[in-house]
């Protein structure tokens, strides 16, 4: 489950989604998790889905893979589910049962917040997935280009943005190896309580720590000794230049938030 995760990591491409300009893409994303909570009706999320999945075909990803990402959260949307369709109340009672209540109303907002998660952890993946670390590092800090007269450090701020992004995946495999390797030393994680399963995490996150500052430092002494200086004066192999994709893109996206906003009731 934990190879599942999705978020950091790059498949290179040549279709038209990869071939997008980071910064379009960026806010794509960011206008799409926005929409993701104006839209109020299962008739708008039909149409995100769809945009969802012309997305994934046209990027020419595996519709397998991108559900395989989906996998971590299922107990965080189980939860989610829980605590709408309990804890909320209405006017429309369907089921009673001493204290316990379903109302209409819960159903549908857990509905909506599954909906909304699933279609948000899709969305980020398909981001990262079709855009390399360096575009995701040159869009972020050129977004952040207006911000620099009012002191904020675009540069390292995208690149701090960008490494945490980066090794997100390469944190998930160290952890897979160390579970595997705390398993075959007779280490179990499954059997037991809660309180025993935290318990049994220390074994992993002790490791996993340490392992994560090594890195971490060895990535700074790396950059030093190729007197690595971000900011003024760097230049970049790859200049970011608007194409008639990203017209067409953006297009597309604005007929999806026009149909989705018309669609509210």
């Not at 279709?15 to 839209?39: G, Q, T």
């Not at 299962?42 to 989906?70: D, H, M, P, Q, R």
């Not at 318990?199 to 500052?213: D, E």
Request: glycine share 6%; aromatic share 10%.
């Amino acid at each position: 489950m934990i190879k599942d995760i999705t978020i950091g990591q790059y498949i290179p491409g040549e279709s038209f989604i990869h071939k997008l300009d980071p910064r379009f893409k960026i806010l794509i994303s960011i206008l799409f998790i926005v929409d993701l909570f104006l839209v109020n009706n299962f008739e708008g999320y039909l149409y995100i889905f769809i945009f969802i999945l012309a997305t994934i075909l046209i990027s020419k990803l595996s519709v397998k893979y991108i559900y395989n990402g989906l996998k971590p959260i299922l107990v965080l949307l189980l939860i989610t589910a829980v605590l709408n369709i309990f804890m909320t109340s209405g006017k429309e009672l369907i089921f009673q049962w001493g204290i316990i209540s379903i109302y209409k109303e819960g159903l549908v907002i857990a509905a909506f917040m599954i909906i909304r998660l699933v279609f948000l952890i899709m969305g980020t993946s398909i981001l990262t997935l079709t855009t390399s670390p360096i575009e995701l590092t040159d869009g972020i800090e050129r977004l952040l280009n207006p911000f620099k007269r009012i002191g904020v450090p675009a540069h390292e701020l995208a690149m701090m943005m960008t490494i945490a992004l980066r090794f997100i995946p390469t944190l998930m495999d160290e952890t897979d190896k160390i579970m595997k390797a705390q398993m075959a030393r007779g280490a179990d994680f499954e059997s037991g309580n809660l309180i025993s399963r935290a318990k049994s995490l220390v074994p992993i996150l002790v490791p996993l720590f340490i392992s994560s500052f090594r890195r971490a430092d060895e990535l700074a002494m790396a950059m030093e000794s190729r007197c690595y200086k971000g900011g003024e004066g760097r230049t970049r192999m790859k200049q970011l230049k608007v194409t008639n994709k990203d017209y067409i893109a953006s297009i597309a996206f604005t007929l999806l938030i026009v149909i989705t906003i018309v669609s509210r009731t």
